[in-house]
Protein backbone atom coordinates (compact mmCIF):
# COMPACT_ATOMS: atom_id res chain seq x y z
CA UNK A 1 0.00 0.00 0.00
CA UNK A 2 1.00 3.80 -0.24
CA UNK A 3 1.57 5.62 2.79
CA UNK A 4 0.91 9.78 2.34
CA UNK A 5 2.27 12.76 3.70
CA UNK A 6 0.98 16.13 3.19
CA UNK A 7 2.81 19.31 4.23
CA UNK A 8 3.02 23.33 3.30
CA UNK A 9 0.07 24.44 5.02
CA UNK A 10 0.30 27.67 7.30
CA UNK A 11 -1.66 30.92 7.70
CA UNK A 12 -1.87 33.25 4.61
CA UNK A 13 -4.16 36.50 4.16
CA UNK A 14 -6.64 36.34 1.73
CA UNK A 15 -5.38 36.58 -1.68
CA UNK A 16 -2.53 34.53 -0.79
CA UNK A 17 -1.70 31.53 -2.14
CA UNK A 18 -0.01 28.42 -0.95
CA UNK A 19 1.11 24.91 -2.33
CA UNK A 20 0.24 21.93 -0.64
CA UNK A 21 2.36 18.95 -1.28
CA UNK A 22 1.96 15.69 -0.55
CA UNK A 23 4.86 13.35 -0.17
CA UNK A 24 4.10 9.35 -1.31
CA UNK A 25 6.02 6.33 -0.23
CA UNK A 26 5.66 2.45 -0.48
CA UNK A 27 4.33 1.44 -3.61
CA UNK A 28 4.82 2.73 -7.11
CA UNK A 29 3.46 6.29 -7.01
CA UNK A 30 2.24 6.09 -10.37
CA UNK A 31 0.28 3.00 -9.59
CA UNK A 32 -2.42 5.51 -8.04
CA UNK A 33 -4.62 8.35 -8.87
CA UNK A 34 -4.74 11.30 -6.27
CA UNK A 35 -7.22 13.42 -4.88
CA UNK A 36 -7.39 16.67 -2.76
CA UNK A 37 -9.34 17.12 -0.21
CA UNK A 38 -10.87 19.40 2.40
CA UNK A 39 -12.48 19.46 5.74
CA UNK A 40 -14.05 22.46 8.02
CA UNK A 41 -14.85 22.26 11.48
CA UNK A 42 -18.44 21.07 11.65
CA UNK A 43 -18.40 20.23 8.71
CA UNK A 44 -18.31 16.74 6.31
CA UNK A 45 -14.98 16.48 4.11
CA UNK A 46 -15.83 17.48 0.67
CA UNK A 47 -13.89 16.92 -2.43
CA UNK A 48 -11.28 19.99 -4.18
CA UNK A 49 -9.82 18.02 -6.99
CA UNK A 50 -8.31 14.73 -8.02
CA UNK A 51 -5.47 13.68 -11.00
CA UNK A 52 -5.25 10.56 -12.55
CA UNK A 53 -2.20 8.76 -12.58
CA UNK A 54 -0.68 10.17 -15.32
CA UNK A 55 -1.50 13.59 -14.65
CA UNK A 56 -3.24 13.60 -17.93
CA UNK A 57 -6.93 14.22 -16.20
CA UNK A 58 -7.58 16.56 -13.81
CA UNK A 59 -11.32 17.49 -12.07
CA UNK A 60 -11.93 20.38 -9.57
CA UNK A 61 -14.22 21.09 -7.71
CA UNK A 62 -16.44 24.60 -8.65
CA UNK A 63 -14.61 26.05 -5.70
CA UNK A 64 -11.14 25.69 -7.07
CA UNK A 65 -11.70 25.80 -10.47
CA UNK A 66 -9.87 28.82 -11.96
CA UNK A 67 -8.19 28.94 -8.58
CA UNK A 68 -6.50 26.02 -7.46
CA UNK A 69 -4.04 23.90 -9.95
CA UNK A 70 -3.36 19.91 -9.09
CA UNK A 71 -0.50 18.26 -10.40
CA UNK A 72 2.41 15.41 -9.87
CA UNK A 73 5.61 14.65 -10.38
CA UNK A 74 5.48 10.90 -10.35
CA UNK A 75 9.64 10.79 -10.54
CA UNK A 76 9.51 12.64 -6.92
CA UNK A 77 6.92 10.50 -5.97
CA UNK A 78 5.06 13.47 -5.03
CA UNK A 79 1.39 15.46 -5.69
CA UNK A 80 0.64 19.17 -5.49
CA UNK A 81 -2.06 21.49 -5.16
CA UNK A 82 -1.59 25.27 -5.54
CA UNK A 83 -3.75 27.64 -4.15
CA UNK A 84 -4.10 31.42 -5.49
CA UNK A 85 -6.90 33.84 -4.86
CA UNK A 86 -6.99 32.18 -1.23
CA UNK A 87 -10.27 32.87 0.31
CA UNK A 88 -11.37 32.58 4.13
CA UNK A 89 -13.43 29.89 3.09
CA UNK A 90 -10.67 27.84 1.83
CA UNK A 91 -9.66 27.36 6.03
CA UNK A 92 -10.21 23.93 6.30
CA UNK A 93 -7.94 20.52 7.09
CA UNK A 94 -6.28 19.56 3.62
CA UNK A 95 -5.87 15.81 2.99
CA UNK A 96 -4.87 14.29 -0.05
CA UNK A 97 -5.82 11.00 -0.94
CA UNK A 98 -5.44 7.84 -3.46
CA UNK A 99 -6.47 4.89 -4.90
CA UNK A 100 -5.49 2.50 -7.54
CA UNK A 101 -5.22 3.89 -10.96
CA UNK A 102 -7.42 1.61 -12.44
CA UNK A 103 -10.16 3.61 -10.83
CA UNK A 104 -11.63 6.45 -12.48
CA UNK A 105 -11.09 9.61 -10.43
CA UNK A 106 -13.04 10.11 -8.07
CA UNK A 107 -15.27 12.96 -5.87
CA UNK A 108 -16.55 10.61 -3.46
CA UNK A 109 -13.87 10.25 0.02
CA UNK A 110 -15.14 6.63 0.61
CA UNK A 111 -13.84 5.81 -3.05
CA UNK A 112 -10.08 6.57 -1.55
CA UNK A 113 -8.51 3.89 0.23
CA UNK A 114 -5.01 5.77 1.29
CA UNK A 115 -4.72 9.45 3.33
CA UNK A 116 -2.56 11.23 4.66
CA UNK A 117 -2.75 13.01 8.01
CA UNK A 118 -4.02 16.44 6.89
CA UNK A 119 -2.43 19.97 6.94
CA UNK A 120 -4.00 23.01 8.29
CA UNK A 121 -4.89 25.94 5.99
CA UNK A 122 -5.87 29.19 6.97
CA UNK A 123 -6.83 32.13 5.51
CA UNK A 124 -7.04 35.25 7.46
CA UNK A 125 -9.51 38.03 6.18
Known amino acids: QVQLVESGGGLVQAGGSLRLSCAAS????????MGWFRQAPGKEREFVAA????????DYADSARNRFTISRDNAKATGYLQMNSLKPEDTAVYYC??????????????????WGQGTQVTVSS
Open 26 to 33: GRTFSWYG
Open 51 to 58: ISWSGART
Open 97 to 114: AARAREYSSSRYPSDYPY
